[in-house]
């Protein structure tokens, strides 16, 4: 049974008396531990499989099968449970809260999943030593560069073991340097046993994981794994 599985999914929007197909017959299937990079310019659809995947939207037509759950047609207030339980999310923008420390930034979720005090201690401070960032835990975002803070949420995303890493743009807002760290951070979190799916724009960044899918209006125009194309 794959980890993620999409069927005949659409995502339509109207536009005054016009129908926009955001996605077009998507078909998809990701297994448990795959690193995969979803790839497309802007408009292509990348962004509406995005909010798909992390059940930040629900389809028009089709089905979203989630660790064997069909979550298509989940209430906003399931999906949200959804979320927080099986999604890890890293974005662009950080998304860190200002007035939080960075210890309280990666701890926030897994208060909403009812989890005791003293686990939710351990699994913090576990989540930033594996970013390498338990000295600068008691710092605020605006105490930390952009690439400690893209650490900081990676280690959020993983605070409640979620079976999926859903990582948008990650290094869309960072220097060469930066990048090239949180891409190999991306690597080792694959290699420790995580399922990552990257979203970006970027071909070079998109050919560091195993599997790559370009969308094209909607559509999936290719899916190439690393040594066999299909």
């Given at each position: 049974?794959?980890l993620?599985?999409?069927?005949?999914m659409y995502?339509?929007?109207?536009?005054?008396?016009e129908?926009?197909?955001?996605?077009?017959?998507?078909?998809?299937?990701?297994?448990?531990?795959?690193?995969?990079?979803?790839?497309?310019a802007?408009?292509?659809?990348?962004?509406?499989l995005m909010?798909?995947?992390?059940?930040?939207?629900?389809?028009?037509?089709?089905?979203?099968?989630?660790?064997?759950?069909d979550?298509?047609?989940?209430?906003?207030?399931?999906?949200?449970k959804?979320?927080?339980?099986?999604i890890?999310f890293?974005f662009q923008?950080?998304?860190?809260l200002?007035?939080?420390?960075?210890f309280?930034?990666v701890?926030?979720?897994?208060?909403?999943?009812?989890?005791?005090?003293?686990?939710?201690?351990?699994?913090?401070?576990?989540?930033?030593?594996?970013?390498?960032?338990?000295d600068?835990?008691?710092?605020k975002?605006?105490?930390?560069?952009?690439?400690?803070?893209?650490r900081?949420?990676i280690?959020r995303?993983?605070?409640?073991?979620?079976?999926?890493?859903?990582?948008?743009?990650?290094?869309?807002n960072?220097?060469?340097?930066s990048?090239?760290?949180?891409?190999s951070?991306m690597?080792?979190?694959?290699?420790?046993?995580?399922?990552?799916?990257?979203?970006?724009?970027?071909n070079?960044?998109a050919q560091?994981?195993?599997?790559?899918?370009q969308?094209?209006?909607?559509?999936i125009?290719?899916?190439?794994?690393?040594?066999?194309q299909?």
């Amino acid at each position: 049974m794959a980890l993620i599985e999409i069927k005949d999914m659409y995502k339509i929007y109207e536009m005054g008396s016009e129908k926009v197909h955001a996605l077009d017959g998507v078909n998809l299937k990701i297994e448990e531990h795959e690193f995969v990079a979803i790839v497309g310019a802007s408009g292509s659809g990348k962004s509406t499989l995005m909010n798909m995947i992390g059940c930040l939207d629900s389809p028009t037509l089709g089905t979203y099968l989630l660790d064997g759950e069909d979550i298509s047609s989940f209430s906003d207030r399931r999906l949200a449970k959804v979320r927080n339980q099986k999604i890890g999310f890293i974005f662009q923008q950080f998304n860190l809260l200002k007035k939080m420390t960075a210890f309280e930034n990666v701890e926030r979720p897994s208060k909403y999943a009812g989890i005791t005090k003293q686990e939710r201690k351990q699994r913090t401070l576990d989540a930033l030593g594996k970013v390498g960032l338990q000295d600068r835990m008691k710092h605020k975002p605006a105490a930390l560069s952009g690439g400690q803070q893209q650490r900081v949420a990676i280690a959020r995303s993983l605070i409640n073991n979620p079976p999926v890493i859903l990582a948008d743009e990650p290094t869309g807002n960072l220097d060469s340097k930066s990048s090239k760290e949180i891409m190999s951070m991306m690597r080792e979190l694959h290699e420790a046993g995580n399922t990552i799916i990257l979203i970006t724009h970027d071909n070079d960044v998109a050919q560091q994981a195993e599997r790559v899918i370009q969308l094209f209006d909607g559509k999936i125009v290719s899916d190439e794994r690393k040594g066999n194309q299909q």
